[in-house]
């Protein structure tokens, strides 16, 4: 399937900058908040529905202290020490992007897209390993990392194409093409998942060019059929148990995370059908953004309080970049104009003619088993498939080396990376690699 790619400008070096009168600003706005004088509830009372309350006051409290101490500079020369860069594309009227190239010539140029919260922050720990693996068996990549449209530095006036999947894509597409890479993949988790793959559809050519692989660490696929009617007609106990009989354990716990998921999910439905209501509040007031924030952060990280990355520093860190961007009501558009997430990975049209590989992790919102990720291909075969020992939701940020063991896994040839088959991989399933077809084309061009 062919698309016309919209004109570019010349990429331009991008700095990011907090004035002292913002971080100012922001400081007074936290240190004369006014709180709530008690938590919503007594904890009894809280317990049987605890995340409906999250964040809870005292956690609350304890954010605003510590935003309001945060060493923005040091934060800010942290961010600038990636390379930064912003052009027009379209519609898109500043696109920012993150671009680090390999000094390997058999590198693979890679577009890593973020979702909701997230942002091209998010991998910020895999970026540098990426682009230069001391083994030189490991494959090296050209690491692209865009800014969503209505995220963070890429801004566009308002208009029916803002935050539409396809003409994202179509965005994406036209940056990667710009930048001299005829031939790329792509890589998504979250509301990048639906943009990966839809490089991969939309943006695949016959002539070889183009997105050439998809990798996904996200591949929630709506109920249809049989399934659909049971989560809308019967009890959960009855669904749960049907889908066993008939599917096995692993779609078990897939429909099981997904009813949780489907029984939790005020904050989508939210930003789906009511952001103008909330958006006014988020972009006025700190603590508003924290406290939406924070249900999200408390919620994933409540698992593991240790975590060194996934915790309420992360928290602290996504809300400055939406703060000082005042960018989180447009990063609601996703949400609002297309349709349920899920649906988009299930849809015929969003089948995938490249080769895909599906990374599973333990406590993802929905583990995806590879019957269900076959189906959402053309061919009807995941290239290749894995799971990890440990993370969710946010994986490349929660486990980088293992987030980057599976890319390298991937895309080495054969879907093997020589010595770390099982470096953070268990119960792979591999036909192959997802580069393998672009490595022999070259190789026969070369011979010409």
Known sequence: MTSAIPPITTPKPFEIVYTDDEVADLRSRLRNARLPTAPYLPEDDRQPMKLTYKPDLPLVKQLVDKWADFDFAKFQKHLNSFPHFTTSVDWCTQLHFVHKRSSRTDAIPIMLIHGWPGSWFEFAHVIDELVNPED?????????????????????????????????TRILNALMR???????????????????????????????TGCRAVHLNFCPVAAKGLSKFMLNSLPAKVTLGVAKLIYGQEYLVMAAKGMY??????????????????LYGLVDSPVGLLGWLGNI???????????????????????????????????????????????????AEYKLPVPLAYSDFPQELVNTPKFVVDATTTSGKTRWIAKSPVGGHFAAHEEPTIFVSHLRNAFS?????????????????IAGGLWDEVRDQEARASKI
Not at 136 to 146: C, E, L, N
Not at 271 to 278: E, F, H, I, S, V
Not at 413 to 429: L, N, P, T
């Open 297 to 347: 952060y408390d919620t994933l990280s409540e698992r593991a309080p240790d975590h060194p990355r996934l915790n309420m520093d992360a928290c602290l860190e996504i809300a400055t970049l939406f703060w000082f961007t005042s960018s989180i009501g447009t990063s609601f558009i996703p949400y609002t104009v297309n349709v349920f997430l899920p649906e988009i990975h299930g849809s």
């Open 178 to 208: 710009g930048l001299g890479y005829d031939k790329y993949a792509s890589q998504g988790g979250d509301w990048g998942s639906p943009h990966a793959r839809a490089l991969g559809v939309f943006h695949s050519h016959k002539d070889g």
């Open 136 to 168: 030189k068996d490991a494959p090296a990549f050209h690491v692209v990392v865009p800014s969503l449209p209505g995220f963070m530095y890429s801004t566009a006036p308002p208009n029916k194409k803002l935050g539409e999947v396809r003409s994202y």
């Open 261 to 278: 998921f489907e029984q939790n999910r005020a904050y989508y439905d939210v930003q789906r059908t009511r952001p103008a209501q909330l």
């Open 413 to 429: 040839r054969g879907g093997k990376w020589k010595g770390h088959e099982e470096d953070g991989i268990q119960s792979a399933q």
